[in-house]
C-alpha cells in the first residue's frame, strides 16, 4: 500500500510503497480516510523534531488522522466505526506507569513514542492498525473533519490543564490573547468562547485569511510588529489569560507582565536552546506578588479527543471553509505540504467514506 | 498603649505610645496576646518591602498575630473568644471586587493594604481592632501557638495551589523539595508528609538548629554550596514538587529542570529586580515537552487559615519546642528581632490569656 513518509537525509516527504499491515490481538485494521498537517510535521520533516522508528530510514508521516474501521478483529469496534487514533504509543509495546494509568499525555518525551513524529509511524498510509484502547469512536456525520479532531484536542489539554491552575479560588477570567495565528493558535481561539474579550496575535498584513478568521471570530488582531507581547497589556488590557502558541523562547517571559493579576499563561510552543538576558528578578516577584501560574501542555488524552468531538460537531460551516485551506488527494499529497499565507489547515485524503 | 513599629528614616523598629483604638461598626477590640516575626518583618524594616499608611511616619509592625476578643461590639464574636487576623484589608476601607468575592490573597499589590506590612498598621500593639470579617476564631488551646497560623496559611495556600494545577490528572507525586530552611519553608516541610521522600535545601554547616529539624521531620538537607540547584534531580531525584521559599532570583529558573515531568513548582519568594542570562529556549522546551507547572502564592485567605489552624493542631510538642526559639516580652522585644542563626521563630508576648 502507499504511504507518505519522510526518508533519512531526504528534505521533503515522499509516497512510498510500504507492507499492508496485520492487527495483532487487541489492534484493529483502520481505513484511513483523511490526515491533517500541522506545524509539527513541517518540523519533523526538517528534523528539528522527533525521529525515525529504531531499526528504520524512513518514518510515516500523519498524527492528525481520521478513518474507518475496516477490522475490528476482536475488539470492541464494528466495521465501519469511524476513529480517531490517539498519537502515543508505549516504547517497546511495554505500557509503562504512564499508560497504565491513562495519562500517557503527561509522559516525558523518553517513556513515550508518538505515531508520525517520534520513533513510530504515523497514519498518512492506506490502512493503519492500533490497539483499540488508542481509538477513540467519533459520530459518522464528523468523518470528513474528524482529522481535526486531534488538534483541538491539543488546545483542549492545554485549556483544562490552564482552568485547573485556577481552581483553587474564585476565577472570573474576561480577557485572553492566543499568541500565535497558526492553526492551533485559531483553533484555541474558537475555545475562548466564554471570554468577554479575546485577542490574536501575529505577524501578518492584511488581506489575510487568518485575520479575516479572528476578526470573524470576534477576536482583536493583535499585529506584534506593532504591540511587542510584554506591551499588551498597556496597548490593549492585561489578559487573565494567555495562551503561547508560538514556539518563540522569548514569549512566555515576555507575556507573564502582560498577564493579570492571578491570570494563567498557557505554554505550547516548542523552542529550541537560546540563552539570553531577561531581569529574572521582575519575573520571579512579579509571579509571586500577582498569584500568576504558568502550564506547559503537550500532546492530549482520549478525554481531550472527546471534547474536541464535542467541540468540532458545534463548529459552524463558515468556520470549517474558512479554516480547511485545501484537501488534496494522495497523488498530489505534495500540495498539503505548502507552508504559506494561504494556508491555514490542508489534509490529505487517502480514501473516502 | 505601647506598639512596636518602624519609624521614617529609622532602622529598627521601637517602642511606642499610640492611641488606645475605638472598634468602629462592624469591628472587634481585640487585646493581643503574641506576634510573631518572620523575614517580611525585617525587609519591611530595612524599607525593602511595603510602606507606611498613607500620610504617617510609623508602621506598627506585625502580621503574624493571635489574640483574644475584648470587646465584640456587636459582632458574631463573644468577649474571650481567641482569634487570629488575616492580612488584607481594602484601601480606603472601601472593598473592591477581590474582597467582596473573597478571594483578596489572589489581588494584585494595589488592590490592598497588609497590616504590618504595606500601608496598614500592625498588630504588634497591645490592643487592635479590625472587622469581624477578617478575624478567623480558633480554639482556645491553640491561643499560645496561634501566631502560627498566619505563617502556616501561606504555605497551605501556595501548596493548594500547586496541587490544584495538577488537578485535571492522576497526579501521584513521591518526591519533593524545599528550597529554603527559613521559618517558611520548615513550615512546607511539615505540609509535605503524605510525600514518600522530602528534601530540604540550605546553606548552612551543622550543628544548625534548621538541619537538626529537617532531620527529625524525616527530610533530606541539602546545602546548595555543594549541590546547586539544577542538580538536585541529578544527585537526590527529580522533583514532583519543589516549593521555593529562598526569593533568589535564580532559583525558578534552576529549579524548573530539578522537577519530575508533570511536576510544578510553587514560588513564594520575593526578589528584587536582577537581569541575567539562562537559556530562556531551553526552560520553555522542558516546561512544554514534560508538562510542568509554575504557580506564584502570595499571602492568604481565611480557608487557609482554618487548614493552618487544624495543621496546628496537629503538631506534636517536640515540632513546636524546636521551631519556636523564644517569646518576648514586650519590654524585649529587640530579642524577637534576633535574625541570627539560632533563631527560626520568635514572637512578641503582649499579653497572656
Known sequence: MHAVAIQRGEEAPALLEVPFPEPE?????????????????????????????????HLVLGHEAVGVVEDPNGTRFEAGDVV?????????????GYFERGVADMAPPDATLERGIDGA?????????SDAAYLVDIPRSLAPLGFLVEPISI???????????????DWRPESAVVLGNGPLGLLALTLLDDMERTYCVGRRDRPDPTIDLIEELDATYIDSRETPID?????????????????????????????????VLALLGVPEPWAFEFDGGMLHKDIVMNN????????????????????????????????????????SFEDAFVDDETTIKRAVELSSI
Chains 1, 2 share one sequence.
Open 25 to 57: 490481538a487487541g489492534q484493529a485494521l483502520v481505513r484511513t480516510l483523511r490526515v491533517g498537517i500541522d506545524g509539527t510535521d513541517h518540523e519533523v520533516i526538517a528534523g528539528g523534531h522527533g525521529g525515525f522508528p529504531e531499526g528504520e530510514d
Open 84 to 96: 480517531v487514533p490517539t498519537v502515543r504509543r508505549p516504547p517497546n509495546g511495554d505500557p509503562n
Open 121 to 129: 509511524h504515523g497514519f498518512m498510509s492506506e490502512y493503519f492498525v
Open 155 to 169: 488546545a483542549e489539554k492545554a485549556l483544562e490543564h490552564a482552568f485547573a491552575s485556577r481552581s483553587a479560588f
Open 231 to 263: 506591551r499588551i497589556d498597556e496597548r490593549h488590557e492585561p489578559m487573565d489569560l494567555v495562551f503561547e502558541a508560538t514556539g518563540f523562547a522569548r514569549h512566555p517571559f515576555e507575556a507573564v507582565s502582560t498577564l493579570a493579576p492571578a491570570g
Open 292 to 331: 500568576k501560574a504558568i502550564v506547559g501542555s503537550v500532546n492530549s488524552g482520549p478525554h481531550h479527543f472527546e471534547a474536541a468531538t464535542e467541540t468540532l460537531s458545534r463548529y459552524p460551516e463558515w468556520f470549517l471553509d474558512a479554516f480547511v485551506s485545501g484537501i488534496h488527494p494522495l497523488s
